[in-house]
Protein backbone atom coordinates (compact mmCIF):
# COMPACT_ATOMS: atom_id res chain seq x y z
CA UNK A 1 0.00 0.00 0.00
CA UNK A 2 2.67 2.55 1.13
CA UNK A 3 4.61 1.39 -2.30
CA UNK A 4 1.31 1.93 -4.54
CA UNK A 5 0.97 5.74 -2.63
CA UNK A 6 4.77 6.45 -3.08
CA UNK A 7 4.50 5.40 -6.93
CA UNK A 8 0.95 7.35 -7.30
CA UNK A 9 2.04 10.74 -5.63
CA UNK A 10 5.71 10.55 -7.04
CA UNK A 11 4.41 10.20 -10.54
CA UNK A 12 1.66 12.56 -10.32
CA UNK A 13 3.81 15.03 -9.25
CA UNK A 14 6.62 15.01 -11.82
CA UNK A 15 3.90 14.32 -14.63
CA UNK A 16 2.49 17.63 -13.07
CA UNK A 17 5.57 19.42 -12.89
CA UNK A 18 6.61 18.66 -16.53
CA UNK A 19 3.17 19.73 -17.91
CA UNK A 20 3.53 23.04 -15.77
CA UNK A 21 7.34 23.67 -17.56
CA UNK A 22 5.82 22.96 -20.91
CA UNK A 23 2.77 24.97 -20.54
CA UNK A 24 5.48 28.09 -19.30
CA UNK A 25 7.54 27.62 -21.99
CA UNK A 26 4.93 27.91 -24.41
CA UNK A 27 3.42 30.69 -23.22
CA UNK A 28 7.25 32.63 -22.97
CA UNK A 29 8.61 32.36 -26.22
CA UNK A 30 6.17 34.88 -27.48
CA UNK A 31 8.22 37.27 -25.25
CA UNK A 32 11.89 35.37 -26.30
CA UNK A 33 11.98 34.08 -22.92
CA UNK A 34 12.15 30.80 -21.56
CA UNK A 35 9.92 29.08 -19.07
CA UNK A 36 11.99 29.90 -16.20
CA UNK A 37 11.65 33.23 -16.57
CA UNK A 38 7.56 33.18 -15.98
CA UNK A 39 8.48 32.34 -12.29
CA UNK A 40 10.39 35.49 -11.78
CA UNK A 41 8.15 37.90 -13.45
CA UNK A 42 4.77 36.84 -11.19
CA UNK A 43 7.21 37.33 -8.42
CA UNK A 44 7.80 40.63 -9.15
CA UNK A 45 4.61 41.47 -10.43
CA UNK A 46 3.27 40.37 -6.98
CA UNK A 47 5.39 42.59 -4.97
CA UNK A 48 5.55 45.87 -6.90
CA UNK A 49 7.96 47.30 -4.51
CA UNK A 50 10.32 45.23 -5.77
CA UNK A 51 12.33 42.01 -4.54
CA UNK A 52 16.14 41.37 -4.10
CA UNK A 53 17.75 38.33 -5.99
CA UNK A 54 17.89 36.43 -2.66
CA UNK A 55 14.35 37.04 -2.10
CA UNK A 56 13.52 35.58 -5.68
CA UNK A 57 15.87 32.68 -5.22
CA UNK A 58 13.78 31.83 -1.83
CA UNK A 59 10.18 32.10 -3.75
CA UNK A 60 11.18 30.49 -6.90
CA UNK A 61 12.94 27.86 -4.86
CA UNK A 62 15.95 28.46 -7.88
CA UNK A 63 19.86 28.65 -6.55
CA UNK A 64 21.52 31.93 -6.88
CA UNK A 65 23.71 31.07 -10.19
CA UNK A 66 19.97 30.15 -11.95
CA UNK A 67 18.53 33.70 -10.38
CA UNK A 68 21.67 35.62 -11.93
CA UNK A 69 21.47 34.18 -15.18
CA UNK A 70 17.54 34.72 -15.64
CA UNK A 71 17.91 38.55 -14.00
CA UNK A 72 20.59 39.05 -16.23
CA UNK A 73 18.45 38.10 -19.52
CA UNK A 74 15.30 39.87 -18.18
CA UNK A 75 17.47 43.07 -17.78
CA UNK A 76 18.92 42.72 -20.88
CA UNK A 77 15.62 42.56 -22.55
CA UNK A 78 14.09 45.57 -20.97
CA UNK A 79 11.90 44.01 -18.40
CA UNK A 80 13.50 44.50 -14.89
CA UNK A 81 15.38 47.13 -13.76
CA UNK A 82 17.84 47.87 -10.06
CA UNK A 83 19.13 50.49 -8.57
CA UNK A 84 22.68 48.83 -8.65
CA UNK A 85 24.32 45.43 -10.23
CA UNK A 86 24.52 44.28 -6.66
CA UNK A 87 22.81 40.51 -5.31
CA UNK A 88 21.27 42.62 -2.90
CA UNK A 89 19.96 45.34 -4.93
CA UNK A 90 16.03 45.55 -5.23
CA UNK A 91 14.52 44.58 -8.32
CA UNK A 92 11.68 45.95 -10.62
CA UNK A 93 9.18 45.18 -13.64
CA UNK A 94 10.00 48.04 -16.25
CA UNK A 95 6.84 48.91 -18.16
CA UNK A 96 7.23 46.46 -20.43
CA UNK A 97 7.67 43.79 -17.77
CA UNK A 98 4.66 44.51 -15.96
CA UNK A 99 2.69 44.12 -19.52
CA UNK A 100 4.84 40.56 -19.39
CA UNK A 101 3.34 39.94 -16.23
CA UNK A 102 0.15 40.74 -16.64
CA UNK A 103 -0.27 38.12 -19.73
CA UNK A 104 1.18 35.72 -17.25
CA UNK A 105 -1.09 36.41 -14.36
CA UNK A 106 -3.63 35.30 -16.97
CA UNK A 107 -2.17 32.71 -18.50
CA UNK A 108 -1.97 30.76 -15.11
CA UNK A 109 -5.61 32.13 -14.56
CA UNK A 110 -6.60 30.04 -17.32
CA UNK A 111 -4.53 26.98 -16.51
CA UNK A 112 -4.92 26.78 -13.01
CA UNK A 113 -8.65 26.61 -13.88
CA UNK A 114 -8.32 24.46 -16.06
CA UNK A 115 -6.24 21.84 -14.43
CA UNK A 116 -8.62 21.87 -11.69
CA UNK A 117 -11.73 21.35 -13.57
CA UNK A 118 -13.89 19.30 -11.67
CA UNK A 119 -12.77 20.19 -8.14
CA UNK A 120 -14.73 21.71 -5.55
CA UNK A 121 -14.25 24.28 -3.42
CA UNK A 122 -13.38 22.43 -0.72
CA UNK A 123 -11.70 19.46 -2.63
CA UNK A 124 -9.23 22.43 -3.69
CA UNK A 125 -8.63 23.34 -0.18
CA UNK A 126 -7.70 19.94 1.04
CA UNK A 127 -5.72 19.67 -2.22
CA UNK A 128 -3.59 22.61 -1.23
CA UNK A 129 -3.56 22.09 2.80
CA UNK A 130 -2.44 18.32 1.97
CA UNK A 131 0.27 19.44 -0.49
CA UNK A 132 1.95 22.19 2.00
CA UNK A 133 1.78 19.87 4.59
CA UNK A 134 3.25 17.17 3.00
CA UNK A 135 6.02 19.76 0.93
CA UNK A 136 6.73 21.01 4.86
CA UNK A 137 7.04 17.33 6.21
CA UNK A 138 9.75 16.50 3.70
CA UNK A 139 11.73 19.39 3.96
CA UNK A 140 11.58 18.56 7.91
CA UNK A 141 12.99 15.08 7.43
CA UNK A 142 15.50 16.13 4.99
CA UNK A 143 16.48 18.83 7.66
CA UNK A 144 16.67 16.29 10.10
CA UNK A 145 19.13 14.21 8.10
Request: glycine share 6%; aromatic share 8%; proline share 1%.
Amino acid sequence: MKQERFQAFVTGISVCYKYIQKIKSLEMTEFGLKGAHAMFLFFLHSHPEGLTAAQLSQLCAEDKAAVSRSLASLADKGYIESDEKKYRSVIRLTESGKAVASHIDVMIERWVESGGDGLTEQDREIFYNSLELISNNLRDHLEEM
